[in-house]
């Protein structure tokens, strides 16, 4: 009900979360389009689209979002189906209040750890599509543990270029040894 939502927004309010706060599914999609919380908050059933139904359009639009489930229509195939997409949580109204506050630490601590994560292989990505053709074969070929000449006769190019393509591209990953660029690489599952 409206009187719940208001409790709830209010509860939340005073533990310090930025709270918007939502009636239908038409509205909390407006709201995750426009400006994507760190968490939601959603009822199995809402007026105009369920749950499920939005938490299904978040996934599909590749937006990542932790959701926490709260309703009182938690049965055991709405509870899957939540799980199934992703839920963090599937908790029953009326949720006891420190029950909920621990819900939604744990999702936003998850989704920003995982932000964290995203974004450093985003960076990763740059640097890696920084590099010219020849610096990422040369680079290729040194994570495979191939010596400077091997690489020289299989590029067809002097070791002295080799040596140089090979330093430019550890400067471009931001690495200093070939064993921090193996291990970035690896984090990235560029090793072929």
Do not use: F
């Not at 978040?58 to 997409?85: F, Q, T, W």
């Amino acid at each position: 009900t409206v009187e719940n939502l208001r409790l709830l927004s209010t509860m939340l309010s005073k533990e310090g979360y930025d709270v918007r706060a939502v009636t239908n599914g038409p509205q909390a999609l407006q709201a995750v389009e426009r400006d994507p919380p760190d968490v939601i908050l959603l009822d199995i059933s809402m007026p105009e689209m369920t749950g499920p139904q939005l938490h299904g359009w978040i996934r599909e639009n590749g937006i990542s979002l932790p959701v926490i489930y709260l309703s009182g229509h938690c049965d055991v195939p709405s509870s899957v189906l939540a799980m199934k997409h992703g839920a963090m949580d599937v908790l029953e109204k009326p949720a006891d209040a420190d029950v909920l506050l621990d819900a939604i630490a744990g999702a936003v601590e998850q989704h920003s750890l995982h932000k964290l994560r995203r974004d450093a292989k985003d960076e990763i990505h740059d640097r890696l599509a920084s590099l010219s053709a020849r610096e990422r074969e040369g680079m290729d070929q040194v994570i495979l543990g191939r010596l400077n000449k091997q690489i020289a006769a299989d590029l067809g190019i002097t070791e002295k270029t080799v040596k140089v393509h090979r330093g430019r591209a550890m400067a471009k990953m931001k690495v200093r040894s070939v064993a921090a660029l193996v291990h970035l690489c690896d984090q990235l599952e560029t090793r072929q």
